[in-house]
């Protein structure tokens, strides 16, 4: 059974302290998402890759935020430094773009907290 | 501009009840994609259905169905005979033509009491 995993899947850290988050797509997907989900904004696009190549950022914070794809089984998202307004559940999804529409794999989330 | 209204914050209703989501989309696109996602208590969101702006036909599945109506721009879901194992945030959420970002509503929660 394919899924989307991420790591850590919970994380607590100090102010100032960097954060780094990693996903798992689901192999042979092409295309990878980061969101957020918080009380206030609730589920938001932070960024998304396209065989490994940025398509749109804009959901992201530039100054401290930042999305890779070292290589195609791998997504990391990293935030440094962190604040606590960073609080939030980080989820990860997968999907393979074609010529169908295919849906986005949703990762458990990693839940972090900025103290 | 994209935007995906869900007003009902939250839903109480005893086991057995029917039960009706509200969903309200806004697009210029004439090719879009509806979904239903569920996230229950652990917090994985779990896909429910994809639907095209092309297909109005309802679906149904199990206890589950939905009615998208292209002339309201909603896409409402019903659940049947609500079970407690229903309890959950139930997010509706509007794509484009092509694999790319989901625009998420507020999410729905719904609680089922036994």
């Known amino acids: 059974d394919a899924r989307v995993t991420q790591t850590p899947r919970h994380k607590v850290t100090e102010m100032g302290q960097e954060v780094t988050m990693r996903c798992q797509p689901i192999l042979g997907h092409n295309t990878v998402f980061w969101y957020r989900q918080t009380m206030m904004q609730g589920l938001e696009l932070l960024a998304y890759f396209r065989n490994r190549a940025p398509l749109d950022d804009s959901g992201m914070p530039k100054d401290r935020f930042s999305a890779e794809m070292p290589d195609a089984t791998l997504a990391t998202l990293k935030i440094q430094p962190s604040e606590p307004r960073d609080s939030a559940v980080y989820f990860c999804a997968s999907g393979f773009r074609d010529s169908t529409y295919n849906e986005q794999f949703f990762g458990p989330g990693t839940r972090l907290t900025v103290l | 501009a994209q935007k995906v209204t869900q007003a009902q914050t939250e839903i109480s209703v005893v086991e057995k009840e029917d039960v009706t989501l509200d969903c309200v989309y806004e697009t210029r696109d004439t090719t879009y994609y509806l979904f239903w996602y569920k996230q229950p208590p652990s917090g994985e969101l779990v896909f429910l259905i994809r639907?095209?702006?092309?297909?109005?036909q309802n679906e149904i599945s199990g206890r589950y169905s939905w009615n998208f109506q292209k002339s309201t721009s909603s896409f409402n879901f019903t659940i049947t005979a609500s079970q407690v194992v229903d309890s959950a945030v139930y997010f509706c959420?509007?794509?484009?033509?092509?694999?790319?970002?989901?625009?998420f509503g507020r999410g729905t929660q719904l609680t089922v009491w036994p």
């Open positions: 639907r095209n702006s092309f297909d109005e």
């Open positions: 959420a509007l794509g484009g033509s092509t694999l790319g970002r989901l625009y």
